[in-house]
């Protein structure tokens, strides 16, 4: 079998539909998560930066993918559970400074950039915001699967409250809700402090595009 160079979005969104399909599989044929884990790193090799622990799930993921899968909801315990480590996860900015510069921020949520095994060790990523979010009106093309973040700010206003919940939503989106699809930027290290706080200043200073009519 000739092996697969990793790629990280594909290989994880393969991952945990594969993943998933186990929990499915192994109660219609008796195939496991296990067997499922072991064609896979079988099919992949690394290269550059992109490693085989992009192949490995946490216990959150796992319950997510099954809970997907088999259209069984978490129970309250395991959203309970979920939560309260995202949330442990979450580090506030060490200055206690939450906004950075809303121009960088811009930059990373156009820019899709990084993580990939083309990248360079240690090349600036990026947010990638547009591919799921609407967050200006200049710009014409963006994803729906988040909500629209337009006036996310202005609708919202800047006080200790709201820099708390956004900080948290960016850094694990799992601190918020179970499950969510959202990318864990700063508790997986995709985007370092300076950058969270730049996207923070994108969403919520006033003179951002986001918070433009």
């Not at 192994?26 to 992109?50: M, N, R, Y």
């Not at 202005?154 to 499950?179: F, P, Q």
């Not at 930027?185 to 969270?196: S, Y």
Request: hydrophobic fraction near 40%; aromatic fraction near 6%.
């Amino acid at each position: 079998m000739k092996k697969s160079t990793i790629a990280p979005f594909t290989v994880l969104a393969g991952l945990l539909l594969a993943t998933a399909g186990a929990y499915a599989d192994e109660v219609v044929t008796g195939t496991s998560a296990e067997d499922v884990q072991a064609v896979l790193e079988a099919s992949f090799e690394p290269k550059g930066i992109a490693k085989m622990d992009r192949l490995e799930q946490s216990a959150m993921q796992k319950a997510c993918s099954q809970a997907e899968m088999t259209g069984k909801p978490l129970s309250q315990e395991q959203v309970a559970q979920i939560t309260k480590e995202a949330m442990a996860s979450v580090k506030p900015p060490v200055d206690g400074n939450y906004l950075g510069d809303w121009k960088a921020g811009e930059k990373i949520a156009q820019s899709g950039r990084g993580l990939q095994l083309s990248d360079k060790p240690g090349a600036p990523n990026g947010g990638n915001c547009y591919a799921c979010h609407q967050m200006s009106k200049a710009e014409i093309s963006f994803g729906n699967i988040g909500p629209s973040l337009l006036h996310y700010g202005k609708l919202r206003g800047s006080s200790k409250e709201i820099l708390d919940y956004t900080w948290a939503k960016v850094y694990n989106s799992h601190a918020n809700m179970a499950c969510s699809n959202m990318p864990r930027f700063g508790a997986a290290g995709i985007l370092t402090e300076e950058q969270l706080k730049d996207v923070m200043a994108l969403l919520l200073d006033p003179e951002s595009p986001v918070n433009k009519d």
